[in-house]
């Protein structure tokens, strides 16, 4: 049984920072395609940033536009676990992210598994 567990998320002001984590099991985590989404209520859910699948030519990595210089992610793969480290944080940025997978080398808009999402609540 796969399961996806987020933690991190949080109330913090305007600027600040916060880093999201989200650990994996049941399955081969190397193997998939990993990547954080956030949901604002009203609003369709956004792709905010994307680690290929491990392989010999290191990790492929995207980010929404709104979110590069800002937002880093990674993975550790002896951890079972992918991080959205998020600097800058503006007040748009509030919302609940959810940390998603894949079996494939890139993660689409339709991933395999999903996390229970946590809230991250920026004030301004």
């Known amino acids: 049984q796969v399961q996806l567990v987020e933690s991190g998320g949080g109330l913090v002001q305007a600027g600040g920072s916060l880093r999201l984590s989200c650990a994996a099991s049941?399955?081969?985590?190397?193997?998939?395609?990993m990547g954080w989404f956030r949901q604002t209520p009203g609003k369709e859910r956004e792709l905010v940033a994307t680690?290929?699948?491990?392989?010999?030519?290191?990790?492929?990595?995207s980010y929404t536009e709104s979110v590069k210089g800002r937002f880093t992610i990674s993975r550790d793969n002896a951890k079972n676990t992918v991080y959205l480290q998020m600097n800058s944080l503006k007040s748009e940025d509030t919302a609940v992210y959810f940390c998603?997978?894949?079996?494939?080398?890139?993660?689409?808009?339709?991933?395999?598994?999903w996390g229970q999402g946590t809230q991250v609540t920026v004030s301004s």
């Open positions: 998603a997978a894949q079996a494939r080398v890139l993660l689409s808009t339709s991933p395999d598994y």
């Open positions: 049941g399955l081969t985590f190397s193997g998939y395609a």
């Open positions: 680690i290929s699948q491990s392989g010999r030519s290191g990790d492929m990595i």
